[in-house]
C-alpha cells in the first residue's frame, strides 16, 4: 500500500505561483510513475501532469503546458507540483496518484492504483 498526501495548496491571486508537494509512505515511490489531477467544483477529474518512475519523461495536460511543472525527488519519496503563471480557471482541489505502470504515463484516472486526499487551490483574479 501507498499512502500520499498532498500538501501546498491555499489561496492565491492570479499571476502568481504556487507549489504542491505530495508525500508518499508506505513503501517508495521509485518504482511508480505519478500523476497530478484536477478537480473544480461540479466538474470531473481532470488530468494536469505525470512523470515516470525515473523521472526521465513527464507529460502535461494542455491547459497547464508551459505553465505548469511536475517533477519528483525519490530519496525523498515526494513529487512536486511547481504552478506558475496561476489562472483563475486553475481552482480545483489537487490530487495526487501513484500508478504502478512504472514506465508509461497515463492520463486516465483509472490507471492509477493510489490516491491522496487532495489539497485545495483557489485562485484569486
Known amino acids: 500500500q501507498v499512502q500520499l498526501v498532498e500538501s501546498g495548496g491555499g489561496l492565491v491571486q492570479a499571476g502568481g505561483s504556487l507549489r504542491l508537494s505530495c508525500a508518499a509512505s508506505?513503501?517508495?515511490?521509485?518504482?511508480?510513475?505519478m500523476g497530478w489531477f484536477r478537480q473544480a467544483p461540479g466538474k470531473e477529474r481532470n488530468f494536469v501532469a505525470a512523470i515516470t518512475s525515473s523521472g526521465s519523461q513527464t507529460y502535461y495536460g494542455e491547459p497547464v503546458k508551459g505553465r505548469f511543472t511536475i517533477s519528483r525527488d525519490n530519496a525523498k519519496n515526494t513529487v512536486y507540483l511547481q504552478m506558475n503563471a496561476i489562472k483563475p480557471e486553475d481552482t480545483a482541489v489537487y490530487y495526487c496518484?501513484?500508478?504502478?505502470?512504472?514506465?508509461?504515463?497515463?492520463?486516465?484516472?483509472?490507471?492509477?492504483?493510489?490516491w491522496g486526499q487532495g489539497t485545495l487551490v483557489t485562485v484569486s483574479s
Open positions: 496518484a501513484a500508478s504502478r505502470n512504472r514506465y508509461t504515463i497515463f492520463s486516465e484516472p483509472n490507471y492509477y492504483d493510489y
Open positions: 508506505g513503501r517508495t515511490i521509485d518504482s511508480y510513475s
